[in-house]
Each structure stands twice: as structure tokens, then as C-alpha cells.
């Protein structure tokens, strides 16, 4: 079974060409949400999230991924054009892809959330900037 | 003699400079009981001779205060630079009717040294009389009463001087006072609130304005009770910057909500300076607090709206190139070119950001380079530097750019960086660039060196990005170029004219 992602983006285009590159890298697009209660009430049927940071309700882009990644287990991306703005909630994320994006790093990072053990050091994704943590079975710790 | 020279109607305005009335003449009954000894005479006089009298200042052997100045001897006395002796009054046709000669006293010789004030006005004698004629005083006698008539001028000019000084002093108290109700009154009118300090901060006045605003009593504020008037979230704020004020001398000036009588706060400008003496010393600081409520709303609603249309701004950059990339996406023989058209665009996007108009709120942090070309460089160059900020390391100058310069500028280094990405430098792991700017005359002259990549193919790899990068320097910027692909990999020269990147700088 293919991982479901859920997007989470305002911009509806810049969400809709997200799905198309998700989509042609063979996953399959679970919701598209525009703010934190739409992303939550999605959160349950899906496995990996590509979280814009400023959405409808403000910027509440750090915290949705921080509830994801806790409550939901769900691997996180933030796909954003201000990668200072993620702060501390960087610890429950993989990485993040900056605007402006290729579809290349989407679909690459997509991959890498895939596998069962993202190998983050190897990653040597254009547009991609991982965030270096040791795993747990649960959450993810930040090591810097 | 009959004028009375030097008697003119200002005597009595002359005479009063001294006091008389005052009395306490002490010193001078000492010197006619003195005088009296010394001449052996039986009446010793200071007399002062005014308009219709002739006042006794002090006397021994006579009872009267005074006579009328028509019978005056000294009147007479005083007039001459000497003493005047009348040896036998009533042998004198001038004193022989006199009632001082023909009753008591009973005057036969009269002896008086003129007191002679520093102006050279005579004021009276000192002068001894005895019921007996006599030839003169002794040549002992003589010395000894000029000497005491100076002395006796010496105790007076002394009371005038005093008078002089507390008169003066009155003026300068009644200057202050005036003054200062000058003061209070320009203070109390003004419509700002105004307040002093001492050297030490501690406040000691305000104006009307203040407890008219804040509805405090009068004086409850003294001292540092100011602070409880400031919103509880400001109060550390001002106390550390007015502290800093008192410590250094710097003017003070900070932004704080104040109480007002209403109950609500208000913004408010606070600003004191110093008031120093001639040596630079401190003497006290004051102080205006300016309602600034109104303006500040209004600048934080203004702010609001820069930051919402710069935000659907940057928004729009988004969705045009979300729907370049959705229209790529549905023909796809123009994936390529969409590609790097949205990059563009992209790029674009974030120069307009950079130069847009900020406030002090919305602006970047400091260090951030807002205006300067290498603040524009560090946001085009992100992607590629995120992992390794030395891929493409900066050097040299840091120049001033514009609103105008953004875009080019923009698009110039995002077509070179992305060129490398694809074909150059940054193509390959190790590769990397460096990225002099110097100011040379009247240009800004770019060095991109490209170091480490794959060996360079002396074709251009993408005409159409290469025609941007030309557009943008020489017809955009009216700069020139000069490429050189050596071995090691691209060399990029470009001279742009300072006032090209930045008007206000062209026109300084």
C-alpha cells in the first residue's frame, strides 16, 4: 500500500502542483489542508505531512508539525521560503524543502520519508536541509 | 555759601540711601564722647544736615535731636574742605543773633569737620562746642577730629553699602521669583506634560498638564512614584533606560503607555534632557511626556496593512508559479522551461521582499543586510548555501541596492547560480564560488569565480539564461560584463554604476 500524505498548504495552487509531484512520485495525496484544524481533523489517515508554515490561521505551520509528529506519529517536511521561522519545532520534523521548491526535492524527500529508516546523513537532496536527530520509536530528539 | 552748593533737591533721595532712620548708630556715640574728651569740650556732635533740619546721628552734652537748619552751624562746616572754627559766636555777626548762640546751648566756639561722602557730597559735620570762646583747637585736637569726621563717614558709607546689598538682594529675589513664574506659566500652558528633575533623577516637579492628565495630587508623583503611572509591562523598560540616562548624561527617550485619569493607557513619548552648568556638571534634567496615542495606532494600523499586502504579495509570486508548474504539468514537452521560469519568478519574489518599505517592526533583524546588495545575495544564494554557507563565499564590499536594482539584481545572480547548479561549480559536490565586490571609481565591480567543478565547456549551456544575465547588467543596469571560461571553471567580471544599484547613493 502507498504512503498517504497530507499537504499542508493555503495556497490552493501552490497545494495542487505539491499533489501532482506527490502524485507522480507514487504516493497518494490523503487531504489538502489550509489550517491547523482541517490538518488535524486529516491526521489520522496519513503517514508522512508537507507543512507550509504561514496558513489561513496564521503561523501556525511549527505547531501543526509538532502535533503530527507527537500525536500521529506521521513524518514530517516543512516546505517553507523562511526555514528560521520552524524554530524549535524542527525537533519533531525531518527536514525541510525551501521555497522556492523543485519538484525533484519534493519527490526526493518524499522518498527518504518513505523508507523504513531514514538514513538523513546520506541525504543529498538539492533544496533539502535535514534535521540531524537520533530515532526513537515514538517522537524524534533534536541533537543540537 | 547762601546757594548751599551741593544741597540740591535730590539730598533727601541721597540722604536716604543711608538708612538714617533705621538708627543704631552706636559706633558714633563712642566717637562724640571721644570727640568731646579730646577737645575738651562740653558738647560733642555728627550732625546731618537735611532740607528743613539739621539731624543729630549722635551726641553727647545736648539733649535735642535736632534743629531747625536755618540756626545750623554745620551747614556751614560742611561746605568747606576744613574744619570751620568759630571762635567767639557771638563776636561773629554771622551766629550772633542765633538762637543756638543767644539761647541754650549758649554757643561761643563751634569747631566742625565736614563729613564728606566718596562722591565728594558734604553730608554734615563732626563737630565740638563749648559755652566758652575760645582761640582754636589745638593742631592734636585739629588731627584727632579729621580723623574721627572719617571714621564717622566710615560707619556710614558702611550702612549704605549694606543697604546697597540687601537691596540688591530683594532685586535678584524678586528676578527669581519672576522668573520662575515665568516658567510656570509657559509650563503650565503647554500642551505637553512637563516635569524636572534633581541631578539625581529624583523628580520634583511637574507641570498642570501631568496631574490633569494622570488625575494624581499634586506632589503624590515626586520622587519615583512616576513609575506606578507607567503600564505595569513598561515600568523595568523606562527605569533601565532613564537609569542609563542619569548614569551617562545621554538624552532620554522611549516610547511607554502612560495612566490616565480614565483608567486606560495611552501611548506616550518620553524625552528629558540635561541642564548643565559651565564646568558640565549637571545641575537637572527636564523632562516632556508627548500623548502620542493617536499616531501610534495609526502607524500600527498602516503597519498592518504594508505587512498584509506585502504578504499577498509574496503570495501571488507563489501562485504564479504553482500555476506554471500545474499548467508544465499538463504539457509536458515545456516541463524544462516552466522549470526554470518558475524559478524566476521565484527569485523575483523574494528581491521584492527584500527591498520592500519596512517599519521598525516588520524589518528584518539587524545583520540581515536589508538594502545591501549582500543581504540580497544571502536570500538568492539560500538554496544553495543552506547546508554549507561557504559554497558561494562573499567578499569585499557591501554596497547599497534599491528597490529599483532588486530586480535585475535578482535575476542576474539567480541565473548564475542556477547555471552553476546545472552545469557548473555547484553541479558537483566539491565545487564552489567566490564572490568579490569592490567599489572601483564610479562602478561596483563583481568578480564570480567559479572553483572545483567539471572542466568547462566554452559553450554557452543556456542561451536564454545567458541573454537574462546580459539584459539585466548592461541594458537594465548600464553596467558592462567581461566572461572568461578558463580551465578552473567560470570568470565572471561585472562593472555596474554605483548610482545604478542605489539612487539615493548616485545622487549623494
Known amino acids: 500500500m502507498s504512503k498517504r500524505v497530507l499537504i499542508v498548504e493555503d495556497e490552493i495552487f501552490v497545494a495542487l502542483e505539491i499533489e501532482q509531484i506527490v502524485e507522480e512520485t507514487g504516493f497518494d495525496v490523503s487531504a489538502i489542508a489550509a489550517d491547523r484544524p482541517a490538518a488535524l481533523a486529516c491526521a489520522e489517515s496519513c503517514d508522512i505531512a508537507l507543512v507550509d508554515l504561514n496558513l489561513r490561521d496564521g503561523p501556525t505551520g511549527p505547531i501543526i508539525g509538532m502535533e503530527l509528529a507527537s500525536r500521529y506519529g506521521i513524518r514530517v517536511i516543512y516546505v517553507t521560503a523562511n526555514p528560521s521561522q520552524i524554530g524549535e519545532a524542527s525537533v519533531a520534523a525531518l527536514g525541510v524543502i525551501t521555497k522556492p521548491f523543485r519538484s525533484q526535492s519534493i519527490s526526493a524527500a518524499l522518498q527518504l520519508a518513505a523508507a523504513e529508516e531514514p538514513e538523513l546523513h546520506a541525504a543529498e537532496i538539492a533544496g533539502f536541509i535535514p534535521f540531524l536527530q537520533s530515532g526513537s520509536s515514538s517522537g524524534l530528539v533534536s541533537r543540537g | 555759601m547762601a546757594d548751599h552748593s551741593g544741597l540740591g533737591t535730590d539730598r533727601g533721595a541721597l540722604l536716604a540711601l543711608y538708612d538714617l532712620d533705621a538708627g543704631g548708630f552706636r559706633h558714633l556715640d563712642e566717637i562724640t564722647a571721644f570727640a568731646s574728651t579730646l577737645c575738651d569740650a562740653p558738647i560733642a556732635l555728627v550732625s546731618i544736615v537735611e532740607e528743613a533740619r539739621q539731624r543729630f546721628l549722635a551726641r ?30 557771638c563776636g561773629d555777626p554771622r551766629f550772633a543773633d542765633n538762637a543756638l548762640v543767644t539761647g541754650p546751648p549758649h554757643i561761643r566756639f563751634y569747631a566742625g569737620a565736614p563729613l564728606i561722602d566718596s562722591a565728594g557730597v558734604p553730608l554734615g559735620a563732626l563737630c565740638v562746642i563749648d559755652t566758652q570762646p575760645r ?61 524636572s528633575t534633581l541631578p539625581d533623577g529624583y523628580h520634583d516637579y511637574y507641570n498642570a498638564r501631568w496631574y490633569e492628565y494622570t488625575g494624581v495630587l499634586a506632589g503624590s508623583t515626586d520622587g519615583e512614584g512616576w ?105 509536458p514537452e515545456i516541463g524544462a522551461v516552466a522549470e526554470d521560469l518558475r524559478d524566476r519568478i521565484l527569485a523575483l519574489g523574494r528581491a521584492h521582499d527584500f527591498v520592500r518599505p519596512h517599519s521598525a517592526e516588520s524589518a528584518p533583524q539587524v545583520g540581515q543586510g536589508q538594502g545591501l546588495l549582500w543581504g540580497i545575495l544571502d536570500q538568492i544564494f539560500a538554496p544553495y548555501n543552506a547546508r554549507d554557507r561557504s559554497r558561494i563565499a562573499l567578499s569585499g564590499d557591501n554596497v547599497p541596492i534599491d528597490d ?69 547588467v548592461e541594458r537594465q543596469l548600464g553596467g558592462r560584463i567581461a566572461r572568461d571560461w578558463s580551465a578552473d571553471g567560470l570568470k565572471l567580471s561585472l562593472w555596474i554604476p554605483t548610482r545604478s544599484m542605489s539612487r539615493s547613493v548616485g545622487t549623494e
Open chain 2, 60 to 89: 553727647t552734652g545736648l539733649d535735642a535731636e535736632e534743629t531747625p537748619r536755618d540756626v545750623s552751624f554745620c551747614a556751614l562746616a560742611m561746605l568747606g574742605d576744613d574744619i570751620f572754627v568759630v571762635p567767639d559766636a
Open chain 2, 135 to 195: 582761640a582754636d583747637l589745638t593742631p592734636m585736637q585739629r588731627q584727632g577730629l579729621t580723623l574721627l569726621a572719617r571714621q564717622v563717614m566710615v560707619e556710614l558709607e558702611g550702612r549704605r553699602r549694606d543697604r546697597d546689598v540687601i537691596a540688591r538682594q530683594r532685586q535678584d529675589a524678586a528676578a527669581i521669583a519672576d522668573s520662575d513664574r515665568m516658567f510656570r506659566t509657559l509650563a503650565d500652558t503647554m500642551p505637553q506634560m512637563v516635569w
Open chain 2, 404 to 472: 529599483r536594482s532588486a530586480t535585475p539584481l535578482a535575476l542576474l545572480f539567480h541565473e548564475l547560480a542556477t547555471n552553476a547548479a546545472k552545469y557548473g561549480a555547484l553541479s558537483v559536490p566539491d565545487g564552489r564560488i567566490a564572490l568579490h565586490i569592490a567599489r572601483e571609481g564610479a562602478d561596483v565591480r563583481i568578480d564570480w569565480q567559479e572553483l572545483g567543478g567539471p572542466a568547462v565547456q566554452s559553450m554557452q549551456p543556456d542561451g536564454f539564461g545567458s541573454r537574462l544575465i546580459t539584459l539585466s
Open chain 2, 227 to 331: 513609575n506606578d503611572m507607567f503600564h505595569p509591562d513598561d515600568q523595568e523598560r523606562a527605569w533601565g533606560r532613564w537609569r542609563k540616562s542619569l548614569e551617562t548624561g545621554e538624552p532620554y527617550e522611549i516610547e511607554y503607555r502612560l495612566r490616565h485619569h480614565s483608567g486606560d493607557y495611552r501611548w506616550t513619548l518620553g524625552r528629558a534632557l540635561p541642564i548643565r552648568d559651565g564646568a558640565g556638571t549637571i545641575l537637572r534634567w527636564i523632562g516632556t511626556c508627548t500623548d502620542i496615542h493617536e499616531q501610534k495606532l495609526m502607524m500600527e494600523e498602516r503597519e498592518m496593512i504594508a505587512h498584509e499586502l506585502s504578504h499577498r504579495i509574496k503570495n501571488i509570486f507563489s501562485v504564479i508559479a504553482g500555476l506554471i508548474g500545474l499548467s508544465a504539468r499538463q504539457h
